[in-house]
């Protein structure tokens, strides 16, 4: 009998619900942790040097469950996953994305813009900053860091405290996709990322920063609704075709 499979996860974290749902669409049963809600999830995460999550395990082998083509050959599972949009495109959704993200954050009302999401203790700040800073990694590990973990969660400056000042941050970094894209030769676009899950693809990276983006933006509008504002210029499915976005928006 082979060892059981553990998912270790939390909630409003893009890349755990995508692999949730991978995991469920192949009938693979697994251990299900909340770090969350188990204090002693991270606790058994640090047994393997690790912080961060979705990680998948099996026995004493663990995986960073943020490629779905690597989670597949962990779990000897036949690859299914479909080809990345080429980069050209993906730049096209990720500014579409930023300037979507930049108009849900301006509607928030200041007075709500500390309240929690729903079983996790991030704020609609936070989210809305952790937008744009998705981004803002990438263009930093396109030009030689390593993308790592902690970068992306970063928390924003205190400078940031409105939904004005996060979008004109967001618009500084949407400037900052535009000249990557502009100023960086055909020859440097197939290089390799360094990156906290491996070595990776540009066109994977940027695929990630692309359809995690997106998945946030979604989340923004789930607080817009919450709070009964219409989103202004929603996303629609046509608009986000062709990412690897989780079916569900939220998952507590």
């Given amino acids: 009998m082979s060892e ?7 909630p409003g974290c893009t890349s755990c619900l995508r692999v949730k749902e991978f995991l469920r ?41 943020q490629v779905l083509g690597e989670v597949a050959c962990f779990l000897g599972l036949e690859e299914d996953s479909v080809q990345p949009l080429p980069i050209h495109e993906l730049v096209l959704k990720l500014r579409m ?6 108009r849900y954050v301006h509607q928030i009302p200041v007075s709500h813009l500390n309240h929690v999401l729903p079983g996790r203790i991030r704020t609609y700040r936070e989210l809305g900053y952790h937008i744009f800073r998705i981004a803002e990694c990438f263009l ?7 993308l790592t973990d902690e970068d992306l969660n970063a928390p924003p400056c205190e400078d940031l405290q409105t ?13 900052a996709v535009e000249a990557w ?5 055909d020859d440097k ?8 899950f491996g070595k990776q693809t540009l066109q994977i990276v940027l695929e990630r920063t692309t359809w995690h983006s997106a998945q946030h933006a979604r989340q923004l509008m ?17 608009d986000l075709a062709g990412l690897p976005l989780p079916n569900q928006v939220w998952d507590d």
């Avoid at 894209?181 to 030769?185: A, E, F, L």
């Avoid at 676009?189 to 906290?196: H, L």
């Avoid at 989103?231 to 499915?237: E, I, R, S, V, Y």
Wanted: glycine content about 10%; charged content about 15%; cysteine-free.
């Fill in 140 to 146: 930093e590990a396109a030009a030689g860091t390593t």
């Fill in 163 to 175: 939904g004005a000042d996060i979008a004109e941050y967001g618009q500084g970094v949407l400037g």
């Fill in 25 to 65: 669409s192949h009938d693979v049963a697994f251990n299900s942790i909340n770090i969350a809600d188990d204090p002693s999830g991270l606790e058994q995460l640090s047994k393997y040097g690790i912080k961060t999550v979705p990680i998948l395990t099996q026995g004493d082998r663990f995986i960073f469950a």
């Fill in 97 to 102: 994305v930023l300037a979507a993200a930049q």
């Fill in 4 to 10: 059981p499979i553990t998912l270790f996860w939390q």
């Fill in 189 to 196: 676009k197939g290089e390799s990322i360094a990156t906290y």
């Fill in 181 to 185: 894209w502009r100023n960086t030769p």
């Fill in 222 to 238: 789930m607080v817009l609704n919450k709070l009964g504002i219409e989103p202004d210029g929603p996303l629609l499915p046509d």
